[in-house]
């Protein structure tokens, strides 16, 4: 929890603003792709979504774009808020038949200035 | 949380010692992992479980080992713990696709 942290690139944003947090992933034969909010001292909560057969999924405030091309995950979050202050990961799935194996990235720990 | 416990949540214990860290389901899914977390590495997979009895091993297995004799249990054994398996240990269950994870143990090995 608390001490992954201590290792990570850090995005700092004003309360308000959007954020924007970038992920590269790995494997061009990757189909399903997550994003995870961790805050301190809990367990990683599941974001937000999207198969690689889409390019753009939003939810509540938040909006993933994938861009297969590159290799490029992004979450946005519309007028971010304290509360969003947290760890946040990608993590991306290889098909390899019916287990679900997740490959994590390393996260980005975002502030969010009052 | 999707119905996960993980016990103890806090441990700390001496080298050489076992120690069995316990996920808990209540909601009989089928798909069960364990994964330690650490600074710089994010989080991996040690081993993974796809039914009663049916386990394998992930990335990081060595010095671990799992049993699962009903659906709702997946333990997790360190059959004689060193300080390099200090970490974070997570457990997580799999429901289309996406993964919903425990609250975590932290574990220390002096």
């Known amino acids: 929890g608390e001490s992954v942290g201590l290792h990570l690139p850090t995005l700092s944003v004003q309360e308000g603003d959007n954020s924007i947090i970038n992920c590269a992933y790995s494997n061009s034969a990757s189909d399903y792709f997550i994003w995870y909010k961790q805050e301190s001292g809990k367990g990683p909560q599941f974001i937000i979504d999207?198969?690689?057969?889409?390019d753009k999924r939003q939810g509540q405030r938040v909006t993933v774009l994938l861009n297969k091309t590159v290799k490029h995950l992004s979450l946005q979050i519309a007028a971010t808020q304290p509360g969003d202050s947290a760890v946040y990961f990608c993590?991306?799935?290889?098909?390899?038949?019916?287990?679900?194996?997740?490959?994590f990235g390393k996260g980005i720990t975002l502030s969010v200035r009052p | 949380d999707a119905g996960i416990t993980q016990s103890p949540r806090h441990k700390v214990t001496e080298t050489g010692t076992p120690v069995t860290l316990r996920c808990h389901q209540t909601e009989n899914h089928r798909y069960m992992y364990w994964y330690r977390q650490d600074p710089g590495h994010g989080l991996r997979l040690i081993h993974y479980?796809?039914?009663?009895?049916?386990?394998d091993k992930g990335e990081v297995s060595d010095g671990y080992s799992v049993s699962r004799s009903k659906t709702e249990d997946f333990l997790l054994t360190l059959e004689s713990a060193t300080s390099s398996q200090t970490s974070v240990y997570f457990c997580?269950?799999?429901?289309?696709?996406?993964?919903?994870f425990g609250p975590g143990t932290r574990l220390t090995v002096l």
């Open positions: 479980s796809y039914g009663v009895k049916d386990t």
């Open positions: 997580a269950i799999s429901m289309n696709n996406e993964q919903f």
């Open positions: 999207i198969r690689s057969n889409m």
């Open positions: 993590a991306e799935k290889v098909p390899t038949g019916a287990n679900s194996k997740l490959t």
